[in-house]
């Protein structure tokens, strides 16, 4: 008997729809054939895949584990129960929201809870790194409650806990929130802590950027000393693209109304069981080897760029990042990046503190080390990258030596490979 043609289709993507089946191939060699640094990028592993393409994705399940608006949802209770039991653990959190579909939606779901509107927060400055959920006058943290900031350093680039207390103290905001995205450095959360107990705030960090080498124990964790942490999944932690907030007990009940009923819907149920492979990962062997060679890799890269003559923010890094200062290359980050894209080396332009020029063609370049780890690369390949990228800036008249560097990109890509399935 023929199938009915308005059954669900079981033929293939290649099959249905060879124009997105392109597509996708074509950025599969795309991060195969690229050195993607990327600081806020990674790559998943087939497990993460997986679960993310599961059949988990065709599933309501408005609610909570145990108290969910939908009839079958054992399966599904499951999975949740077992990312919140082991973000729990790697975390060492008191409780645990996996639904917030991103860190953006993890923040909002924390000032939904915790803030009115016009309140008064405290981030952060955008153009010294921070977040743009952090009080960016351009989005929602900045138009519906008052939002003010902190910055850096002018001589030395890091943040200044006296300025911050000083701010603070001006200010008096009912949240303080810690966390960047391009800072290359340990915050000293213990410090933000007293600072916001000292003037009543609650305090809120964001470790997005972080969460992989917090979870690994290569770097502070927030949890310990914040009233609320918020997360991505994506970036270091190697998970999927999602987010998810940690908070003390008492913050629980209103943390899990804003998210839902307050600001989501039907939870992704096959992202959520993604999370849960990506936290079962971070206790397997080998996941701490991984943070720590993003770290020791951070540290080559940024050694070998100090050594070619750029100058970095803060001279260096604690952790996964780099943020290159270009104004004695002659170069904006622009053009950098689109001159490094050129030879198949991505990273983004990006502000740096005090910048004389705007976001869109600032002076500056990020560079971030977790996926070309994840591609089993070392310090070794860091500092030759650092060259690489060198003779690309320094020499970008010279077309043969553009090409040397190209060709040596495609040895390094087709010597570590991305998916190998
Ligand atoms: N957009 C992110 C980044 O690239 O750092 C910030 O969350």
């Known amino acids: 008997m023929d199938e009915p043609s308005y059954k669900v289709g079981l033929q293939s993507l290649q099959e249905v729809d060879p124009e997105m089946a392109a597509t996708i191939e074509e950025e599969e060699k795309r991060q195969q054939k690229n050195l993607i640094m990327i600081a806020s990028e990674n790559l998943v592993s087939r497990a993460v895949l997986q679960a993310q393409g599961s059949v988990l994705t065709n599933k309501y399940a408005e609610g909570y584990s145990g108290a969910r608006y939908y009839g079958g949802c054992t399966y599904v209770d499951q999975a949740e129960s077992l990312a919140i039991s082991r973000a729990k653990e790697v975390f060492s959190a008191e409780h645990v929201n996996v639904q917030p579909h991103s860190g953006t939606s993890a923040n909002m779901a924390v000032f939904l809870a915790l803030l009115k509107p016009g309140d008064k927060l405290l981030g952060m400055d955008l153009s010294h790194g921070g977040h743009l959920t952090h009080g960016s006058k351009v989005n929602i943290s900045g138009l519906y409650y008052q939002s003010f900031s902190y910055g850096v350093n002018r001589e030395t680039g890091m943040i200044d806990l006296d300025n911050v207390r000083k701010v603070a103290k001006e200010v008096q905001p009912r949240l303080i929130i810690a ?89 992704l149920m096959h992202i959520i069981a993604a999370k849960a492979v990506a936290f079962k990962e971070a206790q397997l062997p080998g996941f701490v080897a991984y943070q720590e060679k993003v770290v020791a890799n951070a540290r080559a890269l940024a050694k070998g760029l100090a050594a070619e003559g750029f100058k970095l923010l803060t001279g260096g890094t604690d952790t996964h990042l780099v943020l290159v200062d270009l104004r004695s290359n002659d170069i904006s980050g622009r053009d950098a990046e689109a001159l490094l894209e050129s030879v198949s080396i991505t990273v983004n332009k990006n502000v740096i503190p005090y910048d004389p020029k705007g976001a869109n063609d600032p002076s500056g370049i990020r560079l971030g080390t977790p996926t070309l780890t994840s591609r089993g690369m070392e310090t070794g390949q860091m500092l030759e990258i650092s060259s690489l990228i060198a003779e690309t800036i320094n020499y970008r008249h010279e077309n043969d030596r553009l090409d040397k560097v190209r060709n040596r990109v495609a040895e390094l890509c087709s010597a570590y490979d991305v998916y190998n399935f």
């Open 179 to 267: 966390g960047a995205s391009s800072y290359p450095r340990f915050i000293d959360f213990e410090g933000f802590a007293s600072i916001a107990k000292e003037v009543g705030a609650l305090f809120l960090v964001d470790m997005a950027h972080t969460a992989g080498l917090v979870a690994a124990g290569v770097h502070p964790n927030p949890v310990l000393h914040a009233d609320l942490v918020t997360a991505t999944t994506h970036k270091t932690f190697r998970g999927p693209r999602g987010g998810m907030i940690f908070c003390r007990s008492e913050y629980a009940p209103a943390i899990d109304k804003a998210v839902f009923p307050g600001l989501q819907g039907g939870p």
